[in-house]
């Protein structure tokens, strides 16, 4: 008779390999086995992981809170899966969403080992940036990487974003501070809704 109603968000985009959409509270495990299998590969790229990293207890916990995130707006984790849905390839998270004069996030993201260069993650982010551009309206949209990470690099000019300065010691990457390149896309016609 009175059916619960989610006001979370239910993003789902399709590109020719890839089901992109925001992660839920069911993903635990796919989750829990992708940063398992890519521990080490991920490692040089990212901050330190604790543990329940590689476990759904620890990912049922991270994602009922970014369930609240999603419902209140201020951060939007995507997934990157298979047709099927049975398998994460990579994440695309935008956090530390502000709005008000600002309409600004960050973009973070990695992808698999067994799934790098094969061009997955410029399939996935360009659909997403699309939907964080025209459907949650930001002006701008963040992301930076370390000097070393060509590769990073070179996606995020691929993708149109605009080297805008040099960050020192701006991360503290697999236990250590690194510098960082500040990139960002502006979405040149933002207009504030009426």
């Not at 049922?60 to 419902?71: D, F, G, T, Y």
């Not at 951060?75 to 935008?94: P, Q, T």
């Not at 530390?96 to 996030?105: E, L, Q, S």
Request: charged share 25%; with cysteine; proline share 4%.
């Amino acid at each position: 008779m009175f059916g619960y109603r989610s006001n979370v968000p239910k993003v789902s985009l399709t590109t020719d390999r890839l089901t992109v959409r925001l992660a839920c509270e069911r993903d635990a495990y796919r989750l829990a086995d992708y940063y398992t299998e890519n521990r080490a590969f991920l490692k040089p790229w990212e901050p330190v992981r604790d543990q329940s990293y590689g476990y759904p207890s620890g990912w049922q916990v991270r994602l009922n809170l970014i369930n609240e995130l999603h419902k209140q707006g201020n951060a939007y984790y995507f997934l990157l899966l298979d047709a099927d849905e049975k398998e994460v390839r990579g994440v695309a998270n935008f956090s530390n969403v502000i709005r008000g004069d600002f309409h600004a996030c960050i973009l973070g993201y990695s992808l698999g080992q067994k799934w790098e260069g094969q061009g997955l993650m410029y399939e996935a982010l360009q659909p997403v940036l699309r939907y964080m551009l025209n459907q949650q309206r930001m002006h701008r949209i963040m992301a930076n990487y370390m000097p070393h990470n060509h590769r990073s690099g070179n996606l995020l000019l691929r993708l149109g974003f605009e080297r805008e300065g040099y960050a020192k010691q701006y991360l503290r990457i697999d236990g250590n501070w690194q510098d960082h390149v500040m990139m960002a896309l502006t979405n040149l016609d933002w207009k504030p809704t009426i």
